[in-house]
């Protein structure tokens, strides 16, 4: 079993930077890929960034040169900069094993306001 919690979440003016955190827990050795993603109000629930052992990154086209997806050990750490209000959601840590078992953490919000 992983745990996964989120923190770094808030309100922040359109232009500004947040930096959210995951906290990995329990089989973290078994973790293959973790990734974040986002929901916004009425909408589906989208990839945003991944990043596998290897330290290999994917991003979504909308975040593509102003966010930066990191891992260090049981940490994962996505750096948001030049943030747009389409940018708002729930953000959610999500962690794939080797056996494909799939964990998500509780989330956290982000709001940018224009």
């Known amino acids: 079993q992983v745990q996964l919690v989120e923190s770094g979440g808030g309100l922040v003016q359109a232009g500004g930077s947040l930096r959210l955190s995951c906290a990995a827990s329990?089989?973290?050795?078994?973790?293959?890929?973790m990734g974040w993603y986002r929901q916004a109000p009425g909408k589906q629930r989208e990839l945003v960034a991944v990043?596998?052992?290897?330290?290999l990154t994917n991003y979504a086209d909308s975040v593509k040169g102003r966010f930066t997806i990191s891992r260090d050990n049981g940490m994962m750490y996505l750096q948001m900069n030049s943030l747009k209000p389409e940018d708002t959601g729930v953000y959610s840590c999500?962690?794939?094993?080797?056996?494909?078992?799939?964990?998500w953490g509780q989330g956290t919000q982000v709001t940018v306001s224009s």
């Open positions: 990043i596998n052992n290897g330290g």
């Open positions: 999500s962690a794939v094993s080797r056996s494909s078992t799939t964990y």
């Open positions: 329990g089989s973290i050795f078994s973790i293959n890929v």
